[in-house]
């Protein structure tokens, strides 16, 4: 099950003038009779809706006033989520005259046009507090609240994750968390700013409108819509510098490439980017390749193997990513773990969408080397990542499978024209590569293989950044200030020393390097990074200025790119 959950807005999306017609609630029934959770977020204060609504039994949590209240109908249990209001702004309000005025448990709530005495009051009494309008309502929060905070809270009490969400609204105070939802509906009524960043607007308003996105949930869990590129990942870009993408989800990419050839780097950033994003990640890791990737739990060393179980268990928390290092378990062995593990995966993601994504290195290992291998992916596994220096090992339904292929290395033509023969998808014209280009290519998408320069990791630049900053370099890369004499033998082999080092050597010294051009020489050669070397060099030609002035601006630029960084 991709979505897991959907969460519905009340007044205008699943009521009309406050009243939920019969043929909404029987299609919320079906719908959660399919396993999907039910959430129900308001501005309504949850009193206000126990009194006008007698079907809260829907929902296995309700988010109210905004944001700051859940709900739970099933044990009618509350959780406040926010401070309640200052009684001093409450009395100024009363006292400016401010009518109709509701007090929630954390919510304070009147109509247009009395916000300008709101907004006095909230300044008159230095308050932080925030106001947010809802096609005519005025509703005061404490800062940082909104209906996104209020379902983040419900979603993680459910164990789900946000990117299993579909949410529907109509108004404006429903940005938020639609836009936190992996899938955001506007139905027909609603304000045009809604429609215009929604990824689908239903025909109808209000509540046949939730009809028609439930019949879509039921009939297929939105397999059916396109892929949303408002969530995506960036390869890298093309020499003309556009970005090379693809979707987050509803994806099957191989990324294959000799020995040697960049495959980890270019999986890593894309890992990386899913991290940052909060979707959950489980790789199979057979040689511990990975055992140092950033964000995900690592199970499993050379001495020890993980159990299915750990892996599992790791996985139930929705914002955890694990990586199964399989070292530590016989080869013999490890058909049989992957099994086990990939019917366990399966049924995590039919009970909840998650994880997110299956991440199979060594992936010719895995499904093809042994007789017990599996020579398929299980179908709900819909956003899989294979890498492998042999894809024409892959079994042909898995082959099959693949959506986006991504090859590396100074082959990558070669290897992408081998895939393309195994696929019998016909010869696609290969671009001729510069040095550290790849190649994208969405067969289906009977386009042509697409050149394009990878990014980088980002845990891989800031490693980059403390080995020169403060490790340890060897002689032949090391810095030293001798001096005009050639008297002194101070060792710099960090950028880190350096800067200490350059802090406290005398003027002379600082100046006869500088008028040399020796800095600018040593990160060029030594540190290799260009721009930095040309920053310096510019500082050198300025020999005349004071040699504190040089010193300062050196250890700016070096600071600026190495030392903050890092």
């Known amino acids: 099950m991709r979505y897991a959950v959907l969460a519905v807005d009340y007044d205008g999306t699943i009521a009309s003038h406050g009243v939920v017609h019969d043929d909404t609630v029987a299609a919320l029934e079906t719908l959660k009779k399919t396993g999907c959770k039910l959430v129900l977020v308001t501005g309504r204060e949850i009193e206000d809706l126990i009194a006008i609504f007698a079907r809260l039994d829907l929902f296995d949590r309700v988010v109210g006033e905004n944001g700051a209240v859940m709900y739970t109908p099933a044990d ?57 309008f809802n096609k005519g309502a005025v509703m005061v929060l404490p800062a940082g609240t909104n209906k996104a905070t209020g379902l983040d809270h419900a979603l993680a009490s459910l164990q789900l994750s946000p990117h299993n969400a579909v949410g529907i609204g109509d108004a404006e105070n429903d940005h938020a968390f639609l836009n936190l939802c992996e899938y955001a509906v506007a139905t027909a009524n609603a304000v045009p700013t809604l429609k215009e960043r929604a990824d689908w607007v239903t025909t109808a308003p209000s509540g046949r409108g939730v009809i028609e996105l439930v019949d879509r949930m039921a009939a297929a869990n939105l397999r059916q819509t396109a892929p ?48 940052e994003q909060k979707y959950q990640c489980c790789l199979i890791d057979p040689e511990g390749d990975y055992s140092n990737l950033e964000h995900a739990m690592v199970l499993g060393d050379p001495d020890d193997a993980p159990s299915v179980d750990d892996v599992v268990d790791v996985l139930h928390t929705p914002g955890q990513s694990a990586v199964a290092v399989l070292l530590g378990l016989p080869l013999q062995d ?28 060594e992936a010719h290992h895995l499904l093809s080397d042994h007789v017990n291998a599996p020579r398929s992916l299980p179908p709900a596994l819909d956003s899989t990542m ?43 014209e290969v671009p001729a590569l510069s040095p550290g280009e790849a190649l994208a290519w969405w ?52 950028l880190g020393m350096f800067l200490q080092l350059a802090d406290g050597v005398d003027d002379d010294t600082w100046r006869y390097h500088l008028n040399r051009g020796d800095y600018s020489s040593w990160v060029r050669e030594a540190i290799k990074d260009f721009e930095l070397a040309d920053e310096i060099a510019d500082i050198e030609a300025t020999s005349d200025a004071p040699a504190d002035a040089s010193r300062a601006a050196v250890a700016e630029a070096i600071g600026r790119r190495y030392t903050e960084a890092g």
């Open 76 to 132: 009618r249990s509350f959780a406040v989520l926010g401070e309640p209001p200052p009684p001093a702004f409450v009395g100024a309000l009363r006292a400016r005259g401010v009518q109709p005025l509701s007090v929630g448990h954390v919510i304070v709530a009147t109509w247009e046009p009395n916000q300008a005495a709101v907004l006095d009051a909230i300044r008159d009494l230095g308050l932080e507090l925030q106001v947010i």
């Open 228 to 275: 949303l590129l408002r969530h995506r990942i960036e390869l890298g870009a093309t020499a003309a510098g556009e970005p090379m993408v693809m979707p987050t989800h509803a994806t099957t990419l191989l990324v294959a490439g000799a020995s040697g050839s960049g495959k980890s780097t270019v999986a890593t950033a894309i890992l990386e980017q899913l991290f």
């Open 334 to 361: 490890r058909p049989g773990f992957f099994n086990g593990l990939l019917a366990r995966l399966a049924t995590l993601q039919s009970d909840t969408g998650r994880p997110h994504w299956i991440v199979l290195d």
């Open 386 to 428: 294979l890498i492998t220096a042999h894809p024409e090992q892959l079994p042909p339904d898995v082959l099959a499978a693949v959506t986006a292929i991504v090859t590396v290395g100074d082959r990558a033509g070669e290897v992408m024209l081998r895939i393309a023969a195994a696929l019998r998808t016909g010869t696609p």
């Open 443 to 494: 067969p289906g998408d009977h386009a042509e293989p697409i050149a394009f320069r990878p990014g980088a990791p980002r845990g891989e630049r800031r490693r980059h950044l403390r080995k020169y900053a403060e490790g340890t370099l060897g002689p032949d890369k090391s810095f030293f200030f001798r001096g005009p004499r050639n008297q002194l033998r101070l060792r710099a082999q960090n």
